[in-house]
């Protein structure tokens, strides 16, 4: 079935430190990718989306980009804030079926430090 | 767009109760999901309405889950029985039917604990 895989977190970085959160996934069809964000004490929130190969989301400084050939749809940031730190869920829909439901990987959480 | 709206926020319970939750989704959506989330994992989708008619539901959903959408419009999801481990954030979501897979929008979810 269909299925994404995040990296393991915690992932700690220093305030204006590079981002990468990578996030592959395995789907027949032609999924729909996203990024969730999960701030502490909220509920989850889109980050961002991309519906076809190549299409790039964005969205607040983070970029993702759909790539077919690698099945890959990573999470960057050129300079991550402390008001970045929240749980990063990648997730796709559409893979098999048509019932818009989405599929998580287990998400990372993402700590930024002064 | 008032959002989606769950409640109770919180639920305690002893062991072999039934609960009952209720989820309120953004007005003019008629798909709407049920997903339950753990310490540490991403959600995993449980059910799924297109209006009132229920047209997936996971494994996951045991013969102790059940979950309505009478009207269209609110869902509830019971757990008759519960068990430890029910204890988890029971999520829902809603979003608009249509070809450009509409994003779902989440409500802050309902945590349940079961003593």
């Known amino acids: 079935g269909d299925s994404v895989t995040q990296m393991e977190g915690p992932v700690t970085l220093s305030e204006e430190a590079f981002l990468t959160i990578n996030c592959t996934y395995t789907?027949?069809?032609?999924?729909?990718l996203f990024w969730y964000v999960q701030y502490p004490g909220e509920g989850l929130q889109l980050l961002l989306k991309a519906t076809k190969a190549d299409d790039k989301g964005s969205n607040k400084g983070f970029e993702a980009t759909y790539r077919k050939e690698t099945t890959s749809f990573h999470l960057e940031k050129g300079s991550v804030q402390v008001s970045d730190s929240a749980v990063y869920f990648c997730?796709?829909?559409?893979?098999?079926?048509?019932?818009?439901?989405?599929?998580f990987g287990q998400g990372t959480t993402l700590q930024v430090k002064p | 767009d008032t959002g989606v709206s769950q409640d109770p926020r919180h639920k305690i319970t002893k062991r072999g109760q039934n609960v009952t939750f209720r989820c309120d989704p953004i007005?003019?959506?008629?798909?709407l999901y049920w997903y339950r989330q753990t310490l540490g994992q991403g959600p995993e989708f449980l059910t799924y309405?297109?209006?009132?008619?229920?047209?997936?539901k996971s494994r996951l959903l045991s013969d102790r889950f059940s979950a309505e959408r009478p009207k269209g419009s609110f869902s509830t999801l019971e757990i008759q029985r519960t068990e430890q481990g029910d204890s988890a954030m029971y999520l829902c979501a809603s979003a608009k039917s249509g070809a450009d897979n509409s994003p779902l929008h989440f409500g802050n979810g309902t945590r349940l604990t079961v003593t």
């Open positions: 997730a796709l829909s559409g893979g098999s079926g048509n019932t818009g439901k989405l599929i």
């Open positions: 789907a027949t069809g032609y999924p729909s």
């Open positions: 309405f297109q209006n009132e008619a229920q047209l997936e």
């Open positions: 007005s003019e959506h008629n798909r």
